[in-house]
């Protein structure tokens, strides 16, 4: 069982920026950053291989944010630039527990552990 404990969220007017953090109690592999509004579906924001040589964003975030990873502090970040309102959500990272060092996992069901969630909000 891998515990994942996000950090990092908080208050952040438009056009700023935050960084947030997944601290996993293991090894982790293929990792995962979500999103979820009020009101609507839980979505895939990020995702990286437990190598770190590949990653997903959707296309609402691209050329703003950043996900990387530190395997050595089994740490895995979320770089957010250029906020938008709509960035408005609870931030979850997620973490799959199959050993593969390749595989980057584009959705909610391929991840069996979650952390708690951070909020992050953008003013307008």
């Known amino acids: 069982q891998v515990q994942l404990v996000e950090s990092g969220g908080g208050l952040v007017q438009a056009g700023g920026s935050l960084r947030l953090s997944c601290a996993a109690s293991?090894?982790?592999?293929?990792m995962g950053w979500f999103r979820q509004a009020p009101g609507k579906e839980r979505e895939l924001v990020a995702a990286?291989?437990?190598?770190?040589?590949?990653?997903y964003y959707a296309d609402s975030v691209k050329g703003r944010f950043t996900i990387s990873r530190d395997n050595a502090k089994n740490t895995v970040y979320l770089q957010m630039n250029s906020l938008k309102p709509e960035d408005t959500a609870v931030y979850y990272c997620?973490?799959?527990?199959?050993?593969?060092?390749?595989?980057?996992?584009?959705?909610?069901?391929?991840?069996?552990?979650w952390g708690q969630g951070t909020q992050v909000t953008v003013s307008s």
């Open positions: 990286i291989s437990g190598s770190g040589g590949s990653t």
């Open positions: 997620a973490a799959d527990r199959r050993p593969n060092a390749l595989l980057v996992i584009t959705t909610v069901y391929g991840y069996d552990y």
């Open positions: 293991g090894r982790t592999f293929g």
